[in-house]
């Protein structure tokens, strides 16, 4: 995993003053908007561009930036990014429902079962949370293949070859747990964006977006069995 030119390379592109000022803008009024629903088509836009970069990356184009063009295509892209996504976590919102529903007896039990019931809930609620955790790992183990072999082959149900995808992590494990903590460290650095009265942090968040695109680019080349490199061919999108 090359992690400087993952924090670099977006400086390479002439017009990266421009891209990073839409990209910002569309995440501070998505933020912003979003109780309203009316930003969540804009959630749609810059993860479309998500899949775009990390596509370019894989494909190795020498400026893998694409331009703010052809929303139509991004908003598609970027709505099957967040379908997969959901689907994957749906295990994680069953546990959270159940955690939730556990805290009902608790409300409705007589006076005298009250202690019974609040051990149970109690026991139940600390297996529902290690399980939760499994299940979390898991789920973002699972996500990153998921979205790569999707923009691979550009049909939504690969996503779901769970065969295929188990395999591509286990093959590339250590890549996965390098691209986790690069990842983390990019969006840790991204937060401090918030000094600047919160509206700074949309524009470090799109630089962060940015970082995860080629690190999962960089990853996506396994798929292909190739390098990040200018000859290679494109593939899928």
Not at 67 to 78: A, I, R, T, V, Y
Not at 182 to 198: H, K
Not at 209 to 217: E, P, R, Y
Request: hydrophobic fraction near 55%; charge should be negative.
């Amino acid at each position: 995993m090359d992690i400087g030119t993952a924090f670099t390379y977006m400086m390479e592109d002439e017009n990266i003053m421009m891209k990073v000022l839409i990209g910002g803008i569309i995440i501070l009024v998505a933020q912003s908007t979003s109780m309203f629903l009316v930003g969540i088509p804009l959630v749609f836009l810059y993860y479309g561009y998500w899949l775009q970069t990390m596509t370019q990356v894989r494909d190795g184009q020498a400026i893998p930036l694409p331009e703010w063009g052809n929303w139509g295509e991004l908003f598609s892209k970027g709505g099957m990014v967040l379908v997969i996504t959901l689907i994957y976590n749906l295990p994680i919102l069953l546990i959270a429902c159940c955690m939730f529903g556990l805290a009902i007896p608790g409300m409705f039990a007589p006076g005298d079962m009250q202690e019974a019931v609040g051990a149970f809930v109690g026991i139940m609620g600390l297996c529902l949370s290690c399980v939760s955790i499994i299940v979390i790992f898991v789920v973002n183990l699972m996500v990153p293949a998921a979205l790569i072999r999707f923009a691979q082959t550009g049909q939504f149900n690969s996503a779901f070859e769970f065969k295929e995808i188990l395999a591509f992590i286990r093959n590339n494990f250590s890549d996965y747990l390098i691209m986790f903590v690069v990842i983390w460290a990019a969006n840790f650095i991204a937060s401090f964006g918030i000094i600047l009265c919160g509206i700074g942090q949309a524009f470090t968040g799109f630089w962060a977006l940015l970082v995860s695109a080629h690190l999962n680019g960089q990853l996506a080349t396994k798929m292909n069995g190739g390098s990040a490199t200018p000859d290679i061919a494109p593939v899928g999108f």
